[in-house]
């Protein structure tokens, strides 16, 4: 049986009126006209499913793939849906404040939502709260949004290019605009809105401070320039920065390639795939190790699944 090969996927796009035009600039599959808020370039959510984009397996879905090459693509784990969903995030107006369950939260057949955020642009101010200010209830919560000011407890945090966002479920947070963010996170789509800023889009006030973790306070931002820069129950995230070739992939674990800057090519021995801004690849655990060799400086971030 011939092994499996390097996988990419068509990315699926989210519309919402928040979005600007500069995915359209990566993918150009992205619709030319009109916001696109998000790319989801990795998904396995039943409602977004991202489809093998070429080679012998197009077109077939992540369930697909884990039903019938489950350990050839993800090794010695076991899951009967692919653990993580990847995204690029074009912020141009403030998103709502919300928060996601944990597991426990989530409800049967479900997961929760544990996130994390690299900020690729943002513009003069750009900012994203973070967690609540130190000491604030749920009864101050429920107060300040009955007099419209919550954002007055949340912790705000001005980001650059280059810091880490680490949200465990429970987390409340907001991406601000002007920001151009990737996101890795759980498979999961439960979102409960907080507060919108005026804007008449229904709230879910009840369930969302439900599932606030009230032990976590402001949450800090992270950075790692080169080499592990997370490392949780949920999800692992390396970043690279390559100026010559260097060997990424474990032996044995499926990882996914995921490019923000630079030009290169991805070579597991019998082909050699594309590297641009934009571009994702899945090494399947039977691949394992991979050379990846700049053609101008790479900027690359790779993912690990849980328990790996």
Known sequence: MERL?????????????????????????????????????????????????SGP????????LIGEMGPRLLGGERWSRFPLLLKFLDAQQRLSVQVHPDDARAGPEQRGKTEAWVVLAAESGGHVFAGFRHGVTEADVRSAIGQDCLPELLHRIDVHPGDLIYLPAGTVHAIGSGLFLFEIQQTSDLTYRLYDWGRPR????????????????????????????????????????????????ARGQCRLVVVTAGIGVLDDGATECPLHPGAVWMIPAEIGEVECRPTATLDILECGLPGV
């Open 57 to 64: 397996f197009s077109g077939w879905t992540l369930s697909r």
């Open 202 to 249: 229904p709230l879910q006030i009840d369930r969302a401070l439900a599932c606030v973790d009230w032990s976590r306070g402001p949450v800090s931002p992270m950075r790692a320039d080169d080499g592990l820069a997370l490392d949780s129950p949920y999800f692992r995230l390396w970043r690279h920065r390559l100026d010559q070739p260097r060997r990424i992939g």
């Open 5 to 53: 090969p390097l996988l990419t996927f068509t990315p699926r796009f989210q519309p919402y009126v928040w979005g600007g035009r500069r995915l359209a600039e990566w993918f150009p599959s992205a619709p030319q006209t009109g916001p696109v808020a998000e790319a989801w370039v990795v998904s396995d959510v039943d409602t977004m499913p991202t489809p093998v984009a």
